[in-house]
């Protein structure tokens, strides 16, 4: 039973344009959630967090949002640049250490 | 401060072997975790140590192990190697201070069992 899952295993986006990766949870005792950028052969690299406490959090071209009542959150890049293309993983944690991650979603921004 | 290091970067091994993967975390951080990365299965949590203590622990079989030195670095064991250990292993370390904190990643380890 997968608690976290990024349902579009792939998007494409135009640079200069928005791309919106999206992240569905069940598992209600999360209360932090973490957005990571990976490329292959490397480790996750961290992008942006946010609080249950909080619905959105800002930091330069990265916004997520969250929505509890849906259990649903969003990562939203503004504009989208060539150099984002990579996998985004969404990771949800609850009163412990462990990140329980999304399958992920591969974004191509295409010049 | 230097970031989360992996060693090795690289390792292949045959079946039945085992290996030992060495992750030393950001200065000052004390907790260590582990995670599994492979295509069919996504990124997957191992194991956590804290001072020297597992702290938490994930859904894999009791051929995986670790241990956490008084330094902060850990390591991972995995004996009887088989074909499906074949994967990236990660590594992440966190302040562990009280509330809210992100986990940084090391490059990994990348397991090939042959």
């Known amino acids: 039973d997968q608690q976290v899952k990024q349902n579009s295993p792939s998007l494409s986006v135009q640079e200069g344009r928005i791309s919106i990766l999206n992240c569905d949870y069940t598992n209600s005792m999360f209360d932090y959630f973490l957005w990571y950028k990976k490329y292959p052969a490397e480790g996750p690299t961290f992008l942006i967090s946010i609080s249950s406490i909080k619905d959105k959090n800002e930091d330069g071209r990265f916004t997520v949002f969250l929505n509890k009542s849906a259990k649903h959150l969003s990562l939203h890049i503004v504009p989208s640049q060539p150099g984002d293309s990579a996998v985004y993983f969404c990771?949800?944690?609850?009163?412990?250490?462990?990140?329980?991650f999304g399958g992920g979603t591969r974004l191509m921004v295409k010049p | 401060k230097a970031g989360v290091t992996q060693t090795p970067r690289y390792l292949i091994k045959t079946r039945g072997q085992q290996v030992t993967l060495s992750c030393s975390p950001i200065?000052?951080?004390?907790?260590v975790s582990w995670y599994q990365q492979t295509p069919g299965q996504g990124l997957q949590f191992l194991f956590e140590y804290f001072s020297e203590t597992q702290r938490n622990k994930g859904n894999f079989p009791g051929r995986f192990s670790g241990r956490q030195f008084s330094n902060s670095r850990s390591e991972m064991n995995v004996s009887t190697l088989e074909l499906g250990d074949s994967a990236l292993y990660l590594c992440a370390s966190s302040e562990q201070r009280r509330g809210l904190e992100t986990q940084y990643f090391g490059p990994g380890t990348r397991l090939l069992v042959l």
């Open positions: 200065s000052g951080h004390r907790s």
């Open positions: 990771a949800a944690k609850d009163a412990g250490n462990m990140l329980t």
